[in-house]
């Protein structure tokens, strides 16, 4: 461990601890000639070169930005004393997700991360190792593998705050996977469970004890999640109408996707309990009632999964599971406060805005 800070340190020891933490992710090796690019200058430039391969096709590359705030979407005081590179890989983890989902959601494959790094000058530096860490382990999963880690900027402040630009590419022949495009009589559907970010939210602000394994499985889908990087593709492929990246609650995500293509949605209450179910620990070991699962997994947000429809008599791909469907626009009913959306349980929240606290 290096209990030396970053402002003791100075900006060329951070560099190359970030350097020797991220290996081969930010060089020139990182990824083949036939990939769907090649980094072809190591960070150290002022700008990083990316080569795209000539394939026949116009290069499409798709664009997004996300930022990560400390006492917004993370505590320092979520980990103990001595855990920098525990707390730093989980922010790490977190701060590519949110961004890399989002190019999941268009159906993109991600080739580079930009990464813009804003520090207190008494971070250590081995959160600074610990945060470069995560950012490795969360591209190196079979559908982050061509993807590398191709600069950015250090800089100081009263508090952490990371923003990242990720770059991804479609293939040749394959349609963006948009907002739009659902049609009446559409399933809606979700990859993975939802409100397990929401659950492990409220354990970790109530300093909840998480070394159960059902604790820890949730406490992780909050401070340190891992994304299905590959459901975007495979939803293309299964003949997917629109789709969207599911981080701010599913009624408030499942408004945005219904207004893009005129429709409303019917969520089926027992389908969204099945997904509540699973989050029985965390209220149970925090002494909330049962309906607290129900509201997590409607309006909870940061699950990281993706919300799409597929025709009626479409078999839906691994990992999506039915939670509705898509009605007619003027179909009457409504969850309390989401037009879009019917939902026969009442929720008192919509789900996360960036900009209310």
């Not at 081969?24 to 700008?47: C, F, I, K, Q, Y």
């Not at 004393?81 to 959601?105: C, I, M, R, W």
């Not at 406490?219 to 593709?233: T, V």
């Amino acid at each position: 461990m290096n209990a030396q800070t970053v402002g003791q340190a100075g900006e060329e020891a951070v560099l190359e601890v970030i350097l020797e933490e991220l290996g081969d992710t930010a060089g020139s090796e990182h990824g083949s000639r036939d990939a769907l690019s090649v980094l072809t200058l190591p960070p150290g430039d002022d700008a990083a070169i990316l080569e795209l391969p000539a394939d026949g096709e116009p290069a499409r590359i798709v664009l997004t930005t996300d930022t990560l705030s400390q006492d917004q979407d993370f505590r320092q005081s979520w980990w103990g004393p001595g855990a920098d590179v525990a707390a730093g890989t989980a922010v790490g983890l977190k701060a590519a997700a949110q961004n890399l989902s989002d190019l999941n959601a268009m159906a993109a494959t991600p080739i580079s991360l930009l990464v813009s790094l804003t520090l207190p000058p008494e971070t250590s530096l081995d959160w600074v190792r610990g945060f470069y860490r995560g950012m490795a382990q969360a591209i190196s999963g079979e559908a982050t593998q061509q993807c590398s880690i191709a600069g950015g900027d250090l800089g100081s402040g009263p508090s952490i705050s990371v923003s990242i630009t990720a770059i991804g590419r479609l293939a040749a022949g394959r349609a963006p996977l948009r907002r739009s495009g659902t049609q009446a009589g559409d399933q809606l559907a979700v990859s993975g469970d939802l409100g397990r970010a929401a659950a492990g939210l409220a354990l970790m602000e109530a300093g909840q004890d998480c070394t159960s394994a059902e604790l820890a499985a949730l406490r992780d889908a909050q401070i340190a999640p891992r994304p299905r990087l590959a459901s975007g593709i495979q939803a293309i492929d299964a003949g997917a109408t629109a789709g969207m990246d599911l981080s701010d609650g599913l009624l408030r995500d499942a408004a945005r996707l219904a207004r893009a293509s005129g429709v409303r949605f019917s969520i089926a209450d027992e389908l969204l309990r099945e997904h509540a179910r699973g989050l029985l620990p965390a209220a149970r070991a925090l002494g909330l009632p049962e309906s607290d699962t129900l509201r997590w997994a409607a309006a909870g947000g940061e699950d990281y999964a993706l919300l799409a429809t597929f025709p009626a008599n479409a078999t839906l791909p691994a990992g999506f599971r039915r939670i509705g469907a898509a009605l007619q626009a003027d179909t009457p009913g409504d969850a309390d406060g989401a037009p879009e959306v019917i939902l026969e349980s009442a929720i008192d929240k919509l789900g996360w805005d960036s900009l209310q606290t």
